[in-house]
């Protein structure tokens, strides 16, 4: 029997490291790490591809995989990156799922059937019709890890574009699905494609829309206070 789904969106799982598909809770992994690297860690040059240093990653991984808090401030921003990625690939399924995969990979081919100048736009929503399909769990961890990453793809100072972030998260996120790729050529191609759906995620315009509203209302609350 399905267990029944949290209703409270963005809730977190402060008891376990893992993500429940069929439960709409964000693992405190994963809400911890990427709220650190927003209020801290988005400006660190290379963020998301220099690696942290692994005594301390591994240290403050196992505290998290043992319902422990570590304090994130504590330890570089590379760090909590390389915690936040180290969770991801010890998943014992693919965040974006095995059973979407080939969706995702369509979606990225969306821009090339429309007007080269609707061509971004269509294949963003595509990718984004994609996540909307995803397990509850899968879906609440999978939008909150790509608000972080579309903040980094528009932080100057970290020298990260979108296509940077999705390189070098890919493998998190979608890694190849080795039995489908028979030959050198394939594995390639997949795993440019992945690296697609996963930059349109990071780019997802609705994201930034909805970012610069919530930003724009925070202003006029603060300037309505004073």
Do not use: W
Not at 73 to 101: E, G, I, Y
Not at 152 to 158: G, P
């Amino acid at each position: 029997m399905l267990r029944k789904i949290v209703t409270t969106r963005g809730a977190v799982n402060r008891r376990k490291c893992i993500i429940s598909p069929m439960e709409e809770i964000v693992p405190a992994i994963v809400e911890e790490t990427t709220s650190q690297l927003e209020q801290h860690g988005l400006g660190e040059q290379g963020i998301f591809k220099i690696l942290g240093n692994q005594k301390e990653v591994q240290a403050t991984y196992q505290a998290f995989v043992k319902g422990k808090k570590p304090d994130l401030t504590k330890v570089n921003a590379h760090v909590v990156a390389s915690v936040l990625k180290q969770f991801l690939l010890n998943l014992p399924f693919p965040l974006l799922t095995s059973d979407l995969r080939k969706s995702f990979v369509e979606a990225t081919e969306i821009g090339k059937e429309v007007d080269p100048k609707d061509a971004e736009r269509s294949t963003i929503k595509a990718v984004k019709d994609c996540l909307e399909h995803l397990p509850p769990g899968n879906q609440a961890s999978a939008e909150r890890i790509f608000r972080t990453l579309y903040l980094a793809s528009v932080n100057e100072e970290n020298q990260m574009s979108a296509k940077d972030l999705a390189h070098n998260m890919q493998d998190c996120l979608m890694p190849v699905d080795e039995s489908a790729c028979s030959n050198t050529d394939q594995h390639i191609e997949f795993r440019s494609k992945a690296c697609n759906t996963v930059e349109s995620a990071c780019s997802n315009t609705d994201q930034h829309i909805e970012f610069r509203s919530k930003a724009c209302n925070t202003v006029e609350s603060a300037c309505s206070n004073t």
